[in-house]
């Protein structure tokens, strides 16, 4: 391999906006490939690039000596393959979410990371949020006291991405369209995951799972009044997800996760919903904008649960108000970079931690094993639904656990 990191971009639409984070981290990685099915979107990257190679075929693009790693930012029922592929063809892998939608999908994953060496890494840039960041770092070194439960949700009306202009569905509609379940859980659960210390030495482990849903209404509604009631859409039978599903989580320790997830209901979003309760502090993230983080800390925070020795009941105070001494070291040191990039600094830090771990050799933060326990909640939430709501294990994917 070069000094610098030859990266290869698959997937030029979404692959777009992660070119700042390319472009601050140019010391260590280079952009030398683009792979895309669209003439349109190659020669678009070529003008902002003038040197890189472009391809319209994702195999041609494995046999490229010239390219070390490659960004899959592609559609997620094809991000198992296309790893699995480009492992074997030598290429270290950074994958978009979600890892895997199959179990068995999952263990080939696996096999491919384990048996070539090479570096594997799921791209969740939640976990990489300020806030996210910072709780993760309050709670490694146990502010919140031992943890009991936490909520987690995705909300965000995208049903305007579910078609193109003709009516017919983009692989987000036939993901609505086919699979009944909790089918894009990692923006969600991966801060979550990392908070507990899900498969790290100490941590906690998901134990099984149950997934309700809702009736589905709000997709019909949509497709009936923006292509009129003849097309297959304005149907509600025509779509398997509901409106919203719940996924109730237990752990081998005991803690309760309760994961929401809704990308049809009519609301302004919510896309980074948290709340992480323990013996001694709870956290609850903003729910838009113009709102802070809020925090309580027994011994730290105004008043006591129920209330102190002098009558007062606890307050919540701003997240913020703790940032000088809890601020994450990463954010702290790299915030002015990392606020450039896309999902509040998210994009960057994937795009660093990845380059970091080919560079330094070692365990990427979200490794193989990360990537498919979070992913696994797709499938195994649609096993539960179609078994009325029944309890399902989760894979030990570890071979050693």
Avoid at 228 to 244: K, V
Avoid at 284 to 310: C, F, M, N, T, V
Wanted: glycine content about 8%; overall charge negative; some cysteine.
């Amino acid at each position: 391999m070069s000094k610098r990191i030859r990266l290869a971009v698959v997937g030029g639409r979404r692959g777009a906006h992660f070119n700042q984070a390319l472009d601050a981290l140019a010391e260590r990685a280079e952009l030398v490939a683009v792979c895309d099915v669209r003439e349109e979107m190659l020669a678009n990257w070529q003008e902002i690039y003038p040197g890189v190679r472009t391809f319209n075929d994702y195999n041609r693009l494995l046999e490229d000596p010239n390219v070390d790693a490659v960004f899959l930012a592609t559609p997620l029922f094809i991000h198992a393959e296309q790893a699995v592929e480009a492992l074997r063809a030598g290429k270290h892998v950074l994958s978009e979410v979600i890892a895997s939608h199959t179990i068995e999908d999952s263990w080939k994953l696996i096999e491919a990371v384990e048996e070539t060496g090479l570096t594997y890494m799921m791209a969740e840039n939640y976990c990489y949020m300020r806030p996210n960041m910072m709780v993760n770092h309050m709670s490694q070194y146990g502010l919140f006291g031992e943890l009991t439960y936490a909520e987690c949700g995705y909300i965000h009306d995208i049903r305007h991405l579910l078609h193109y202009e003709d009516g017919s569905l983009t692989w987000r509609g036939k993901l609505l369209k086919d699979y009944k379940g909790s089918t894009y859980p990692t923006h969600s659960l991966g801060p979550i995951a990392q908070w507990i210390g899900v498969n790290q030495q100490g941590g906690d482990e998901l134990e099984s799972l149950v997934t309700f849903g809702s009736k589905s209404r709000a997709t019909a509604k949509y497709f009936h009044e923006h292509f009129g009631e003849q097309h297959p859409g304005a149907d509600n039978e025509h779509w398997q997800t509901p409106d919203s599903t719940v996924t109730l989580i237990r752990t081998k320790k005991g803690m309760l996760i309760a994961l929401k997830y809704d990308i049809q209901s009519a609301r302004p979003h919510n896309m980074t919903h948290y709340t992480l309760q323990g013996t001694t502090g709870s956290y609850l993230s903003s729910r838009h904008a113009k709102e802070d983080p809020l925090i309580w800390l027994e011994g730290r925070s105004p008043g006591g649960s129920p209330y102190d020795k002098e009558g007062k009941t606890a307050e919540w105070e701003s997240l913020w108000q703790y940032a000088d001494e809890w601020e994450h070291p990463r954010w702290k040191n790299l915030s002015e970079i990392a606020a450039k990039s896309g999902h509040g600094g998210g994009d960057f830090f994937v795009l660093d931690e990845f380059f970091a771990a080919i560079i330094e050799k070692r365990k990427p933060a979200i490794d193989v094993y990360d990537a498919v326990t979070w992913s696994s909640v797709f499938p195994l939430s649609i096993q539960s639904m179609a078994a009325g709501g029944q309890s399902v294990p989760f894979v030990k994917f570890h071979k050693n656990k």
